[in-house]
């Protein structure tokens, strides 16, 4: 069955250090990758995707995500945290068949340290 | 700019009671989504519909039904409401990428 992981529940850095959020899926074959943030009372913002092609992919507010199959894994990254960070971040995968039908983490959240 | 938007923010019920989450695009996308979040799970599927009347289950569809009469509206219908449908829903709509509206936190006594 396809899922889903994302190992880390909770990652604590300080502002102005870097951020390395982790997931991996299984699926057969390479799916639609995303990274959604959930800040506090709202709903999800995508960050990023990656259907094909370059396997570095931009997001936005400076968000960056690599996809390397052979770890079937898609983890983001950020250079420098800002405290606005603080949120939950949802990794999910599409089959390539029925891309509208994400399957997500169950999420990390991040702490910021001021 | 693209919205999605539900009816309520926090919703407190009783076991046994109609329970109707609206939700509203206005993007005039094809497919539409009823999600539930709970912590440690992420999200989960509950139902997804595809066109107007058209309809599939997801991944946890018990104990609820979906209504799709409009392009723009889709409602998700717990039907006899109970404790453990206490949880966060959210709604969204796509084409290709996924727009979420601001949830609904539902609480039921």
């Known amino acids: 069955a396809q899922s889903v992981t994302q190992p880390d529940i909770h990652i604590t850095v300080s502002e102005g250090a870097s951020l390395e959020l982790r997931c991996n899926y299984s699926y057969g074959a390479t799916p639609y990758l995303f990274w959604y943030v959930q800040s506090p009372g709202q709903g999800l913002q995508l960050l990023l995707k990656y259907f094909s092609g370059d396997t570095l992919v931009q997001g936005i507010k400076g968000f960056e995500a690599e996809f390397k199959r052979s770890q079937s894994s898609f983890n983001l990254r950020k250079p420098s945290v800002h405290w606005s960070d603080a949120a939950e971040y949802f990794c999910?995968?599409?089959?390539?068949?029925?891309?509208?039908?994400?399957?997500f983490g169950s999420g990390t959240r991040l702490l910021v340290r001021p | 700019d693209v919205k999605v938007t539900q009816s309520s923010r926090y919703l407190v019920k009783r076991t046994g009671e109609k329970v109707f989450l609206e939700c509203v695009q206005d993007?005039?996308?094809?497919?539409m989504f009823w999600y539930r979040q709970d912590p440690g799970l992420g999200l989960r599927l509950i139902y997804f519909?595809?066109?107007?009347?058209?309809?599939e289950k997801g991944d946890i569809p018990e104990g609820y039904s979906v209504s799709r009469e409009k392009k723009e509206r889709f409602s998700l219908i717990l039907e006899s409401a109970s404790t453990n449908q206490t949880s966060m829903y959210l709604c969204a709509s796509s084409f290709g990428e996924q727009f979420f509206g601001p949830g609904t936190r539902l609480t039921v006594l």
């Open positions: 993007m005039d996308h094809e497919n």
């Open positions: 999910a995968v599409a089959p390539m068949d029925s891309s509208y039908k994400l399957i």
């Open positions: 519909s595809y066109d107007v009347k058209m309809k």
